[in-house]
């Protein structure tokens, strides 16, 4: 069974950064998508960023120049680094891994961005 751990949410003042983990635990198929997506209050959950296993990558128009996916296969890892963070990125952020078996997320780790 894959699970996923999330870390590096936090508080932090608009114009700063922020780097987020999610590692995966369990069996994943070589071939998949790891991603990050965002959930605000009274919103719907969107799309952040996300990565293939060969390296390709799309991102949300609103975070573009901003944030950088990254990965790191053998570990099982995907990255997100914020940077320019501003009020509206405000959300609880979500890992998700998809392939062949399954579509997977993380627990969620809160990002707030103060004005």
């Known amino acids: 069974q894959v699970q996923l751990v999330e870390s590096g949410g936090g508080l932090v003042q608009a114009g700063g950064s922020l780097r987020l983990s999610c590692t995966a635990s369990g069996i994943i198929f070589s071939i998949n998508v790891m991603g990050w997506y965002r959930q605000a209050p009274g919103k719907q959950r969107e799309l952040v960023a996300l990565m293939t296993s060969g390296g390709s990558t799309n991102y949300a128009d609103s975070v573009k120049g901003r944030f950088t996916i990254s990965r790191d296969n053998p570990k099982k890892t995907v990255y997100l680094q914020m940077n320019s963070l501003k009020p509206e990125d405000t959300a609880v952020y979500y890992c998700?891994?998809?392939?062949?078996?399954?579509?997977?997320w993380g627990q969620g780790t809160q990002v707030t961005v103060s004005s």
């Open positions: 998700n891994v998809k392939e062949v078996l399954g579509d997977y």
